[in-house]
């Protein structure tokens, strides 16, 4: 009857080992993040790749309440879509403002994954904004991470 005994004192050391290992695997430091020249060349590859010129790219922030950057149109122009790329983060909430030729502000947020820039993720531009004088976009994250690629689609 000692053998079951024997075999709970084994188990107990096991359990704590693995216990202790878990503890310090959460303690353990954060990947480094990838430095900002990077991710600002995966944003000039993308948007060479999208058709170039029509691109916008930044930072992400904690905090939506600034416009970001801002595309004005020489001429008045139709999108059909807006495409959304983002890195460095896992998760990442996009605002698009769309300025119709009227003056009119119409805003959409989209919150997309990021899968490290893998996926393009086509947002249609509602039919009812019409032609535009100017599109801006802004991208934010849970840490305040990554980096954020928007291109335009005409």
Do not use: H, K
Request: proline fraction near 6%; charge should be negative.
């Amino acid at each position: 009857m000692r053998r079951p005994a024997r075999t709970r004192l084994v188990a107990a050391p096991l359990v704590a080992a693995g216990l202790l290992a878990a503890l310090l695997t959460a303690c353990a430091p954060a990947q480094p993040a990838e430095d900002d020249s990077a991710l600002s060349a995966w944003a000039d590859e993308v948007i060479a790749a999208g058709g170039g010129s029509d691109g916008m790219a930044g930072t992400m922030s904690e905090d939506a309440s600034t416009e970001g950057i801002r595309q004005d149109f020489a001429a008045p122009t139709a999108l059909t879509s807006v495409e959304l790329r983002c890195r460095g983060t896992d998760r990442a909430a996009f605002t698009l403002r769309y300025t119709g030729t009227d003056g009119a502000v119409t805003q959409i947020t989209q919150d997309i994954v990021c899968a490290d820039g893998a996926y393009r993720t086509p947002i249609a531009v509602p039919t009812a904004v019409g032609e535009l004088a100017a599109i801006a976009a802004n991208a934010t994250s849970p840490d305040g991470q990554g980096y954020w690629v928007a291109i335009p689609q005409r």
